[in-house]
């Protein structure tokens, strides 16, 4: 909300030098793996996913709903609000093979499970 | 019901127990109320801005809004949280002696309200944005469902506004000698804490990378999800698997409290004795 009002080209181009500078700083970061999801209907789609070991997975979740949702996770150490009809990105660190869970704070009948292998 | 009770609930849960310390930390400051009450207000009002414009806010910064909002404001908590423990290290003895130049302890008292009446709003608006949220959607889905719902919100807010009664009444049992000592450190390990959670997120934002690995994982001791995890959290900070950065802010916080708290109190002193 803050961010809106200051001038957009200026905070761009801020951000931007911020960014880019703290990307370069670490050797080339092993590159994340994507993970696309939609919500609707109060329900994951799809509802497991996959993702390789020891690389940063990256979640894409569009929410289609009229309301918002709280992607988390206990085990992934996320939770992040989707607003209605739209996108939230995700960014999770490198994670041992194993099962991991998420959900929809707002709904706990919405679940999904992340398989790491 | 019994959903949006916990819901709601888990998320004025910190708001109560941090309000419940300020009130205890203001106890006997003129008009505390007006500038806690104010907060409050103004939290509220900010927390609707903020769920009202999410999905704008989540798509700044590559789709990291939400996550350098969060970072953002939690640093300012600790700004005037760490303000209020260095004004109190040079002022507290004033206020302590109340009578004494009352006057002056009024005016220079509504400045570090000012902090702690910030300190409030800012909570208040990160957890009350994702309450907001959650009624929100509620009240747009139809029928006999959302009048329970909101019983079972206005609920977990009843609850949450009795962690802030008992936090506040718990602190006064403290005898006024020791509870100056006992706030200052609860103070310095909030605004620790807070800084360790804004490291989190700009980690989650991809926005500061070094020491981003986990040090340890005391979860098998004490689990972050909790409910006293969750106190741990709000109190102290305590995450069951921090990474390098998060402890490093979270001692450096510390360090720097102690330091201008000395600085500042030593500097009484002298000042004291020159004029003496």
Known sequence: ?117 | MLAALIIVFREVFEAGLIVGIVLAVTRSVPRRNRWIGGGLLAGVVAACLVAAFAGVLSQLFDGMGQELFNASILAIAVVMLTWHNVWMARHGKEIAGEMRAIGQAVVEGSKSLLALAVVVAVTVLREGSEVALFLYGVAASDGGSAANLTIGGLMGLALGVAVCLLTYFGLMRIPPRALFATTTVLITLLAAGMAAQAVAFLQRANWLKPLNTVMWDSGWLLSESSIVGRALHTLVGYTDQPTGMQVVIYLAVILVTVMLMRLVGSGRRQHVIAAG
């Not at chain 1, 703290?22 to 696309?36: C, K, R, W």
């Not at chain 1, 999801?37 to 994951?44: P, Q």
Request: net charge positive; aromatic share 8%; glycine share 6%.
């Open chain 1, 1 to 117: 909300m803050f961010y809106h009002m200051l001038t957009p080209i200026r905070l761009t181009l801020a951000a931007g030098c911020a960014v880019s500078l703290l990307h370069a700083a670490p050797a080339l970061a092993q590159q994340a793996a994507e993970v696309h999801l939609t919500y609707s209907n109060g329900a994951f789609q799809p509802s497991e996913v996959r993702a390789p070991a020891d690389r940063p997975v990256v979640f894409r979740v569009k929410n289609l709903d009229g309301k918002a949702m709280e992607f988390e996770s206990k085990s992934l150490r996320v939770e992040k609000v989707v607003a209605a009809k739209s996108e939230g990105v995700i960014n999770v660190r490198p994670l041992k093979s194993g099962r991991y869970e998420f959900y929809d704070d707002f709904n706990e009948k919405a679940r999904g499970v992340l398989t790491v292998q």
